[in-house]
T-cell receptor
Framework: GAVVSQHPSWVICKSGTSVKIECRSL??????MFWYRQFPKQSLMLMAT?????????EQGVEKDKFLINHASLTLSTLTVTSAHPEDSSFYIC?????????????FGPGTRLTVT | DAKTTQPPSMDCAEGRAANLPCNHS???????VYWYRQIHSQGPQYIIH???NNETNEMASLIITEDRKSSTLILPHATLRDTAVYYC????????????FGQGTELSVKP
């Protein structure tokens, strides 16, 4: 199946700094990428959807100025957590979806664990 | 997208079949039933999906009722490595469909 990678797999940062997480589709072109967040013992929560070359669409309650999403190419999307605070500590998971050639299936990355101290 | 209801947890003996139910009574005609699982601290893994016919692949079987209001994921011979949270999701099969996760079923396979 299609492979999605994330980098880094884990990161620790100080409160007030910004952190960038990369998501790449390795063997297919992702017309749409999704970013999810997961707190311990909870389900995945969709944060935003981005289409290549377009601005991301954020789910209700997600601050677009805090979680900056860039989908500059068909294989790369980035999520930047700006001015991170301890409450932003979470497991961030990206997902990529191709077009008709991959039957619009959605593939998930391995996740990035962010800890803000 | 329609909402799904799953039991929060289930146990299964190793080597036995695991049958995971899902209710999706508000599913609409163009929505597919998808199953994913998430092993602790990993990204979700695709298992299987279907529209109205039963489906089988190397991982599992999916049984969808005739009225499509419920389905069952069957792991024929559960192993300890199948311990995970299983998510049943309904989604339109096109460019606009999104995977919205519910609470899922935490399956514990015991020796």
């Amino acid at each position: 199946g299609a492979v999605v990678s994330q980098h880094p797999s884990w990161v620790i940062c100080k409160s007030g700094t910004s952190v960038k997480i990369e998501c790449r589709s390795l063997d297919f072109q992702a017309t749409t990428m999704f970013w999810y967040r997961q707190f311990p013992k909870q389900s995945l929560m969709l944060m935003a959807t981005s289409n290549e070359g377009s601005k991301a669409t954020y789910e209700q309650g997600v601050e677009k100025d805090k979680f900056l999403i860039n989908h500059a190419s068909l294989t790369l999307s980035t999520l930047t957590v700006t001015s991170a605070h301890p409450e932003d500590s979470s497991f961030y998971i990206c997902s990529a979806r191709g077009g008709v050639t991959t039957s619009y299936e959605q593939y998930f990355g391995p996740g990035t664990r962010l800890t803000v101290t | 997208d329609a909402k799904t209801t799953q039991p929060p947890s289930m146990d299964c003996a190793e080597g036995r079949a695991a049958n995971l139910p899902c209710n999706h009574s508000t599913i609409s005609g163009n929505e597919y039933v998808y199953w994913y699982r998430q092993i602790h601290s990993q990204g979700p893994q695709y298992i299987i999906h279907g529209l109205k016919n039963n489906e089988t692949n190397e991982m599992a079987s999916l049984i969808i009722t005739e009225d499509r209001k419920s389905s069952t994921l069957i792991l024929p011979h559960a192993t300890l490595r199948d311990t995970a949270v299983y998510y049943c999701i309904v989604r339109t099969y096109n460019q606009g469909g999104k995977l919205i996760f519910g609470q899922g079923t935490e399956l514990s396979v015991k020796p």
